[in-house]
């Protein structure tokens, strides 16, 4: 799998607002992503004060769920590091009991491992590599990409894994760093990428990072904007580059932050907000609690079609049930739905924003 330069890397925790964007995705879309997938940490019960469920429980469901939502498009899936030493029911690492399961459904799961993954999890990543041969994506954080030993790191852990540099697909994690100002960031990660050598070496070569807040209270009540920082700061990444040098693909975590913990809903209530991409920055419409008022929603929606920022209905799926709840020809649902609204629009946008990049002189 060689991603071409206009493909998109949304970074995704498989919970169901996420795993519902992909699925209502239209196929045009779907051939120009791949996902970065994490089965996320199990969630926390905080009223028994104990995980909501056992690891088992949590992640058996993940490969039937990967074969009815995505099938057999590709797709790099890794773990939460706070459950990837965890063994399941029969004794089984999650790698191992994961991509067997998806075997079974013929599906083309790639395993991805951070760079400091324990010498268990190399293993078990190493023997399903040998067994399926579609290599593997090794996560590079932003602190390791800066140290001196940074490629020597990968090359000892592709060798561990008995794979060359052209199957291993490189991710550098930026994580939510301030990109400001662009210029002088561009320019650290441009040095830190060219010590790791020639990057032509690997098969695909992407970076992943989000400018989108860790919780939205600091943002305003009604209309509020967030610039879109990850986005405008990977195309000054590209036009700073030397000629020559190989340009990473863009991938982000979309609109939900890659350290978001779910949080004890009997003592926080959660606003009403609709998050709507554009092309420079997040569009917010948020209001009060949103179980104390659903029908808020109705109106968060008629604000973005009012906008002159509004797609249009046929743009994604996610803007159809916007248009719809504008209307009141659809209710105001849930938080999860408005999750996967969110995200569905912004995967859609982020493959026009790459498009456009592309074709730009």
Aim: charged fraction near 20%; charge should be negative.
């Amino acid at each position: 799998m060689i991603l071409t330069k206009d493909m998109y890397v949304p970074a995704l925790r498989w919970r169901q607002g996420e795993y519902q964007a992909l699925f209502r995705l239209a196929d045009a879309a779907k051939d120009r992503i791949v996902p970065y997938i994490t089965i996320p940490e199990v969630e926390f019960d905080f009223e028994l004060w104990q995980p909501k469920r056992s690891v088992q429980e949590h992640v058996h469901p993940f490969a039937a769920r990967f074969n009815a939502k995505w099938g057999q498009r590709p797709a790099w899936v890794g773990v939460h590091p706070s459950i990837s030493d965890k063994p399941m029911g029969d004794g089984r690492d999650i790698f191992t009991y994961v991509f067997e399961a998806l075997r079974a459904f013929q599906a083309n799961g790639i395993p991805a491992l951070p760079l400091d993954a324990s010498p268990a999890i190399v293993a078990a990543v190493g023997a399903i590599v040998a067994t399926d041969a579609l290599g593997a994506a090794i996560g590079v954080r932003l602190e390791d990409l800066m140290k001196p030993d940074a490629r020597t790191r990968i090359e000892d852990l592709a060798v561990s894994l008995s794979l060359s540099l052209d199957e291993i697909d490189l991710v550098i994690d930026l994580g939510a760093p301030n990109f400001e100002p662009y210029n002088a960031f561009a320019g650290a990660l441009i040095a830190a990428m060219q010590k790791l050598g020639d990057l032509q070496a690997f098969r695909n070569f992407v970076v992943i990072g989000t400018a989108i807040p860790e919780t939205f209270k600091d943002v305003a009540k009604g209309a509020d904007q967030l610039p879109r920082h990850d986005w405008l700061f990977y195309k000054m990444l590209i036009g700073k580059m030397p000629v020559g040098m190989r340009q990473p693909n863009f991938g982000d975590f979309t609109i939900v932050h890659p350290e978001f913990k779910a949080l004890d809903m009997r003592m926080i209530k959660a606003a009403g907000k609709l998050v709507y991409t554009t092309s420079a920055a997040w569009e917010v419409r948020k209001g009060g609690a949103f179980n104390d008022n659903r029908a808020q929603m109705h109106g968060h929606c008629g604000s973005i079609v009012a906008s002159g920022k509004f797609k249009g209905e046929s743009y994604s799926n996610g803007d159809d049930y916007i248009a719809k709840c504008a209307a009141h020809t659809e209710g105001p649902s849930n938080q999860t739905r408005w999750k996967e609204v969110a995200i569905n629009h912004h995967i859609t946008h982020v493959l026009d924003d790459l498009a456009t990049l592309g074709a730009a002189p």
